[in-house]
């Protein structure tokens, strides 16, 4: 007797056993977005940093950031991970071109790069990306603070970031040209 089974709706996604067995032996990849504010030049006047519990249980800044499913485009992967952070009115201007500012390498190792993540080897492609609506923070993300970009390449936001993504904001800004 064979049985019919609805298609699973999210085959990319991973229980948690699975995902902790993985990350213990491959490097996953991920999409990170730096949300910036634009003017009418296309110049970054604000920088969007947000606020939510980190892996430790503490109270930390960061960006937009997560994982790339299986079988999704690098375009959809940011798209649903800014509409997951920022809300859905936020509007995200997407590239053209799905070419990264940076690639950053997270390692559980401090001493292996800038980039550190503790429970895995992570590889993360990462996006300047305008947001032209209301951002309203939802699912872990406690609050987005818009920032001018002096503000958010400071030493004082760094220190708030974990895992290095203050060095990350940091490139994002010089990649557009506004770190002075």
């Not at 997951?84 to 799905?98: E, H, R, Y």
């Not at 940076?102 to 800038?114: D, G, I, K, R, W």
Request: charged residues 20%; glycine residues 8%; proline residues 8%.
């Amino acid at each position: 007797m064979s049985f019919v089974r609805t298609p699973d709706p999210n085959p990319g996604w991973l229980s948690d056993e699975e995902l902790e067995s993985i990350r213990q032996r491959l490097p996953l990849l991920y999409v990170e977005a730096v949300p910036v504010r634009v003017d009418g030049l296309g110049q970054v006047t604000e920088v969007g940093i947000l606020l939510r519990v980190s892996q430790t249980g503490n109270i930390a800044r960061s960006i937009v950031s997560g994982r790339v499913m299986y079988g999704e485009t690098l375009r959809d992967a940011l798209f649903r991970h800014l509409e997951k952070d920022l809300g859905p009115m936020a509007f995200p201007q997407l590239p053209v071109s799905p070419n990264p500012f940076s690639v950053a390498e997270y390692f559980p190792q401090p001493t292996l790069s800038q980039y550190t993540d503790s429970r895995q080897h992570a590889v993360a492609l990462a996006y300047v990306v305008p947001v032209t609506g209301t951002c309203e923070p939802r699912q872990d993300a406690l609050e987005l603070t818009w920032l001018t970009p002096e503000e958010a390449a400071s030493d004082a936001v760094a220190a708030e970031m974990d895992g290095g993504r203050g060095a990350l904001v940091k490139a994002a800004l010089a990649s557009v040209g506004r770190l002075t």
